[in-house]
């Protein structure tokens, strides 16, 4: 059970902190240089709409395995870099909630209006959060791996 829970825990952060590699740093830059505005917008909101429903899928899965397998082990008992784990996985998740819940309905709504200014700059609050959460998604890889050597 714990090696599912494991692949479960896994998949859900190689999906949401690959995607957040692939949108901030692949997808986003080539657009902006390519597409202007009225092109651009609606593309970014389409493809987050798409990656957002893998989020949600990916945290649930993330949280859930995870909180499983501390569980298991005993919270009390269990390495204190799973603890930091479970830290950044909950800041990350409520990030992502601040995302999801206010920034990309105003978002659609600028993209639906073709308010190119308003829909640009909330985009771009988007922007600054998805690098927020990839740094911390990085942190956490870097817990993950050397979290038993960091306590030395």
Known sequence: ????LLLLHL???????GG???AHFCLRSVATLQL???????????????FFVAVVVSIVAI????FAIMGATGFGQAPIHWHVMSGIGLAMAAIFGVIYFLH???LKAGVALQDWPVAGAVMNRIR??????????????VVATLGTHLGR
Do not use: D, E, K
């Not at 059970?1 to 599912?4: D, L, P, Y």
């Not at 998949?11 to 902190?17: A, C, D, Q």
């Open 36 to 50: 202007p505005p009225p092109q651009r917008l609606p593309l970014l909101a389409a493809v987050l709409g798409r």
């Open 1 to 4: 059970m714990r090696a599912i």
């Open 128 to 141: 600054v959060l998805v690098a927020t959460n990839l740094l911390l998604g990085v942190l956490t890889v």
């Open 104 to 106: 990309y309905p105003r």
């Open 63 to 66: 949280l859930a395995s995870g």
């Open 20 to 22: 957040m590699f692939f």
């Open 11 to 17: 998949s859900g952060v190689i999906v949401w902190v």
